[in-house]
């Protein structure tokens, strides 16, 4: 479904039950961004999504899913867009939970989609964000080949999520062994090696990445103060264990090298391939003087004498 600035709908909405899959999984994580680890995380993401989307200029920017977070507010791009699945209640009810206080306010059209078939047109985006998108669709590996169709040559894609190697994630892993997850239980987390394999796979190029948070797993937000001096120790020691990461990724096309007409060539091309009998004549030198034995030679020498 669109909807425009006014809040009028456009199209009808996706399939109730792909809806309803997603729906529940994007209100599992809006839920937990609520907690005290969700506030700690949208705080260090929302820093970086605005010091890396400030200096990319083009169009049309397009933030896929976590509307709550305004990725783009930092882009100067005159067309921006809020892209995400339609938000239902857990019992399936079909209804579209309003996004207004979040990126919606700025975007020129709101867009309830499917991850894995975006409604856009080949090579028409500048920016693409994807805020932990990856972690909660069907298909990851498609969601990304999709962003590879829709963006244009040079186009630019910013990805943030969960880190499976690190504090958190072995927090997770053993919580859902005894049924008390810290982080989301829809979300299937994706190590950084394996993204970046994927995006190299599609012709992405890999300009930067970090990691951050590197506090413990506690819910409790004192106790995550008290263990504040874990972020610089950990951008200094264990660079690579944040609970979170995020990527930033720039699409390479193959280019080309173009060449003159073939006409402009023609005539080199037709005297080099000339025998050597015609490019003498041309030069004023007899072809048969040049065949002539070292006798002959001799004897025209006696001549002249």
Sequence with gaps: MVEDETGQSISA???????????????????????????????????????????????????????????????RMPFIFAAGEPRVEAEGAARVIDESDSIASRA???????????????????????????EFADDP??????????????????????????????????GRSFDAPFL?????????????????????????????????????????????????????WWPFCGAVYMVHAIKRVQGMRLIGPAWKDRKRATAALQPSVNRSRENGVNPMALASTPAEVSENEHAEV
């Design 108 to 134: 020129r059209a709101h867009v309830h989609i499917r991850l894995e078939e975006l409604p856009f047109a080949s090579q028409s985006i500048d920016l693409l964000v994807l805020p932990h998108a990856l």
């Design 141 to 174: 590996h498609r969601v990304l080949r999709e962003v590879e169709r829709v963006l244009m040559p040079e186009g630019q894609v910013v990805i943030s999520g969960f880190n499976p190697v690190s504090l958190w994630g072995m927090r997770q892993l053993v």
């Design 13 to 75: 909405q996706p399939a109730s039950g792909l809806a309803s899959t997603h729906g529940e999984s994007i209100i599992a994580l809006s839920e937990w961004l609520e907690t005290a680890p969700g506030r700690y995380v949208i705080s260090w993401e929302q820093v970086q999504f605005d010091r890396l989307v400030a200096d990319i200029f083009g169009f049309n920017a397009v933030q896929i899913g976590l509307l709550e977070l305004p990725t783009l507010r930092s882009n």
């Design 184 to 236: 989301p239980s829809e979300g299937q987390f994706l190590a950084l090696t394996r993204l970046k394999d994927w995006l190299k796979l599609l012709g992405f190029e890999v300009n930067r990445g970090n990691f951050g948070c590197y506090r413990p797993p506690f819910r409790a937000e004192a106790w995550q103060g008290r263990f504040g001096f874990m972020e610089g120790a950990g951008r200094r």
